[in-house]
Every structure is written in structure tokens, then in C-alpha cells.
């Protein structure tokens, strides 16, 4: 089922949490909502849901206008960031809950539970109740509740944000595989970059309630529609010229200890090493601070200490029409 919403808007008060919101998020695809904290992308999860009603705009499931119809009747899965499991009942009649509100048969409920319990990688923890189960097991058994129904949309807001780095990496995988499984479409919420590009086949990002850009991770890092899409994928240096600012990733800074073509000369400022990557920052002759970054083997090669002269260059950059202020 593809999603679609058009001119959506959504205050809170004074504050306006969406603003003129357009987004497509195609049939069977896995899509990251992507932005800073408010910049309205929860909101919008919960507005496509049914949570909250928009001001104004049109909400669309399979071309269907269902702006009107009650969150019981959108046919979507909702993943919350707090598990929200219930802490009395067990894990396969959490699972299970929609299955048995509907009055499904017995059977069917435990086919069913045993199936997503099997996807999910918890078989055998059908007896176990949440407090006994780690924050990355909780999770998973969300995500199992929510598949339960069979829904035609899954919207998770933000369900690794509560989670440790290595769980976190290890539900990223998870998630990845049971979307390949089940070619649900899929809404995530995050405010990592990082985990937006691993999982998604598509991405959305916004800031200040507005869309900056929407397309497939490739072209969004690649093509990045304004400084801050740019920027939010990692540090990025901004070059004063005459007239105009040019864009540079750390990574897209060629360094030297000899002249080479235009090279401008630097100053090394300071040399940081973080695991695999080592930084440098360097002043250049007309003032302006920048970082260059290399992997270790050229770092090694390069062996550069404080206050030694460099030669730099650009060798990728991004020009924008615009400059945010």
C-alpha cells in the first residue's frame, strides 16, 4: 500500500508542528522519516495513523482518502518508542492481543503468534512476560504485536531510540530482514542519519515541519537539496568565495605535504584519531578553519603533526542556491 499526504498542516497551540506537508512513500518500501527533535516527524507518523487530526490536508492509503476514518479503521500497525506491551499478560497473548479483541479462533492465534514469534526470532518466549525480556527482546515483540493483524502500513516512531548502540545495530538487521520477509510498507521515525541510510530504501527529511527533500538514500547523500540535508549526513565544511559558499565533506578534502595544481596551503591545526578514520583541522591562508579526513593507512603515510604546512583541495563539493542563515 502506497502512502500519500498533500498540504498537510498541523498546529499545537502556537506552534506549528507541520507545515504544508507533501510526502509519497511508495508501495512495499521501507521509508525513513529523518529529522532533528520537533522538527515534526513524529507528528506526522501519528497524524497518518489516525492519533492526531490534521488542520488541514488529505491523508492517502492505496489512492483512498482516509482523512475522516478512525485509527481502528486505516489498517496500520503502530510501533511506539516505550514498547507500550502490556506488563500483565505474557508474551504470546501480547502478541496476540488485535487477533483476540477480533475473536479469532484459538488456533488461528497461535499459528499466528508462533509464526511472528518465529520472524521476530523469540520462539520460546510465548510464556515469559515483558519484565523478564531484555529492551531489545521488548521491541521485537512489538513489532510482532503490530504485524499481527496483517496490516497493510507499519509506522514506527522512533523504536531504537531508547536502546544501546549494539542492540540498536542489531534491530536495524532485524528490521531490514523482516521487511525483505513481509514487503510491508513501513514508516520509521529517527533522528539518525546513520540508521536511515542503513535501513531505508527511501527517506524523507524535514526541519521545521517542512520537507527539505525525499528520495532514495543514494541520491540523498549524493544530491543533497540544501546545506542542511547536507550537513545532517555528517560535519561539512563551508567555503567562503567571492560571492558564493561552497560545501565540502571532510572526506572530499584531498591533503598533501607537497604542492600540488591550485592547491591552497594550510596550517595543521590538530589531528584526531577515531577508530578506522583520523581528522584533521587545518586553518588555511585566508582564515578559514576546515576538516580533512582520511583513513588510517593515508593517515600513517602522511604522518602529519601539529603546525606543519599542508596543501589542500576540494576534490567533490556542493553549491546551493541558497544559504541558510
Known amino acids: 500500500m502506497n502512502v500519500s499526504v498533500r498540504s498537510l498542516s498541523k498546529s499545537f497551540g502556537t506552534v506549528r508542528a507541520l507545515n504544508d506537508v507533501d510526502i509519497d512513500v511508495p508501495k512495499g518500501s521501507l521509508c525513513a522519516l529523518l529529522g532533528p527533535s520537533g522538527c515534526g516527524k513524529s507528528t506526522l507518523l501519528r497524524v497518518i495513523a489516525g492519533f492526531e487530526a490534521p488542520d488541514a490536508g488529505r491523508i492517502f492509503l492505496d489512492d483512498v482518502d482516509v482523512t475522516e476514518r478512525p485509527l481502528g479503521k486505516r489498517d496500520v500497525g503502530f510501533v511506539f518508542q516505550n514498547y507500550a506491551l502490556f506488563p500483565h499478560q505474557t508474551v504470546a497473548q501480547n502478541v496476540g ?5 477480533r475473536k479469532r479462533p484459538a488456533q488461528e492465534i497461535r499459528a499466528r503468534v508462533a509464526e511472528l514469534l518465529a520472524t521476530v526470532q523469540l520462539s520460546g518466549y510465548e510464556a515469559r512476560r515483558p519484565h523478564e525480556l531484555s529492551g531489545g527482546q521488548r521491541q521485537r515483540v512489538a513489532l510482532a504485536r503490530s504485524l499481527a493483524s496483517n496490516p497493510a502500513v507499519l509506522l514506527l516512531d522512533e523504536p531504537f531510540a531508547a536502546l544501546d548502540a549494539n542492540v540498536r545495530k542489531d534491530l536495524r538487521r532485524s528490521l ?8 510491508v510498507t513501513t514508516l520509521l521515525v529517527t533522528h539518525d542519519a546513520e540508521e536511515a541510510l542503513e535501513v531505508a530504501d527511501h527517506i524523507i527529511v524535514l526541519k521545521d515541519g517542512a ?25 561539512v565544511n563551508a567555503l567562503r568565495g567571492a560571492g558564493a ?3 565540502v565533506r571532510p572526506a572530499d578534502v584531498r591533503i598533501e605535504t607537497k604542492p600540488f595544481r591550485e592547491a591552497q596551503t594550510a596550517n595543521v591545526v590538530d589531528v584526531r584519531t577515531a577508530g578506522p578514520r583520523t581528522q584533521f583541522d587545518l586553518s588555511l591562508d585566508d582564515g578559514q578553519r576546515i576538516v580533512a579526513e582520511c583513513n588510517e593507512d593515508r593517515a600513517r603515510w602522511l604522518a602529519l603533526r601539529k603546525g ?4 589542500v583541495e576540494p576534490v567533490k563539493s556542493r553549491s546551493f542556491d541558497e544559504v541558510p542563515a
Open 97 to 101: 492481543f488485535s487477533l483476540a479483541v
Open 176 to 183: 531490514r530482514d523482516l521487511h525483505e520477509r513481509t514487503h
Open 211 to 235: 520537507v527539505q527533500q525525499q528520495a532514495a538514500p543514494q541520491r540523498i547523500y549524493a544530491e543533497p537539496a540544501n546545506p542542511f540535508v547536507m550537513g545532517f549526513f555528517g560535519d
Open 245 to 247: 559558499t561552497t560545501y
Open 308 to 311: 606543519m604546512i599542508v596543501y
